[in-house]
């Protein structure tokens, strides 16, 4: 795939092409394996100053190649997100990430700025939040504190780390505030638009890659339905959970990364499952026999897996759960990247 020299932020620092260009590579090579907070926390363990690890490294003896943080509550100048992370330390992961050669990904829930409620609160806010709205200037602010949280986040040199950033995401679905029917395709456009302009232009964040990703769909009209435009996003991504039965799911997961790959190949863009999982993985052959068959050779850059809260929420093994013997051969897998690989 030729790099368009093009970004969605036009004064986009070279590092944040340079990483565009990493994660097209991937899919030269294979796929990379995802984890969202994967060395935050795990079941039963949480991070602290004196022990860096991940329930992914435990069980098979490596980081994941891409490391998924979300910045929820980074709106309220709050000290720790959603999920309980302390924020000075997502930056100190997210800096060591980095550092070891990791991708880095950050989604944001952010509340209801409307109601007060949560990401899940789906009262109307979208035409509210933008210029001209009723609470545009709480949005703008709320920005300002992502751009700050972002600017912070820079290697041993004091270089910006640049990071794929997927905003506003599964926007096709009706749980989140700024999804479908809470809002118009036209006003969720102009939302992603707002939010890029405001971050660049006003704030002066250039370490970001900016990624679409709906959750599932079955056609492409469905997934370009709140697509803001080729000059708007960098990546697109795609979330897909299995709820049902395997055989189901290997179904769908085809039909959805046909769709994807068609749309990618076309806007010439590089394209990740941004969120995928089965939650408690009660299927012990789940990594090689489910997704790793329905998506090799597929062109993925990645697979993000969900979180590891606990023992009743979770979607990668730790030591001894039923797949943990399926993980650790899914892992030798030379398509399948994780962190210590020298293929990328």
């Not at 907070?37 to 435990?58: C, E, L």
């Not at 829930?109 to 990401?119: C, F, R």
């Not at 929420?313 to 030591?319: A, G, L, N």
């Amino acid at each position: 795939m030729d790099t368009p020299l093009f970004l969605a932020d036009r004064h986009a620092l070279p590092q944040v092409l340079a990483l565009k260009q990493k994660i097209e590579r991937l899919s030269e090579k294979g796929y990379a394996f995802g984890h969202q907070d994967t060395t935050s926390y795990g079941v039963g363990w949480r991070h602290d100053q004196d022990k860096y690890t991940s329930d992914v490294f435990k069980v098979v003896g490596d980081f994941p190649l891409v490391y998924g943080f979300d910045i929820g509550q980074i709106e309220h100048q709050k000290d720790k997100n959603l999920d309980n992370v302390p924020f000075n330390d997502m930056r100190a992961l997210i800096q060591k990430a980095h550092a070891d050669g990791g991708i880095i990904t950050i989604s944001w829930h952010a509340d209801n700025p409307v109601s007060k409620g949560d990401s899940w609160e789906v009262t109307p806010a979208v035409q509210h939040i933008l210029k001209g709205g009723s609470h545009f200037r709480i949005y703008k602010e709320w920005l300002k504190r992502v751009a700050n949280f972002l600017l912070s986040l820079k290697d041993k040199n004091g270089v910006l780390i640049p990071v794929a950033f997927r905003p506003f995401h599964e926007m096709n679905g009706a749980w989140f505030w700024w999804g479908n029917p809470h809002c118009s395709s036209a006003a969720y456009k102009a939302l992603w638009g707002q939010t890029l302009l405001i971050l660049t232009d006003e704030f002066g964040v250039h370490n970001l890659l900016y990624v679409y990703a709906p959750n599932l769909v079955f056609t492409e009209a469905e997934y370009l339905m709140n697509y803001p435009g080729d000059h708007g996003v960098d990546m697109l991504g795609l979330d897909l959970y299995q709820h049902g039965t395997a055989k189901a799911f290997k179904k769908i997961l085809k039909t959805n990364v046909e769709v994807l790959k068609a749309i990618a190949e076309n806007l010439n863009k590089p394209y990740a499952l941004t969120e995928i999982g089965l939650d408690k993985l009660n299927e012990a052959q789940w990594w090689s026999e489910i997704l790793d068959h329905t998506v090799v050779g597929t062109g993925i850059a990645w697979v993000l897996l969900w979180r590891n809260d606990s023992e009743k929420h979770f979607f990668v093994p730790y030591p001894d759960q039923l797949s943990a013997r399926d993980f650790k051969i899914f892992s030798q897998m030379p398509h399948i990247l994780f962190l210590s690989d020298k293929k990328v």
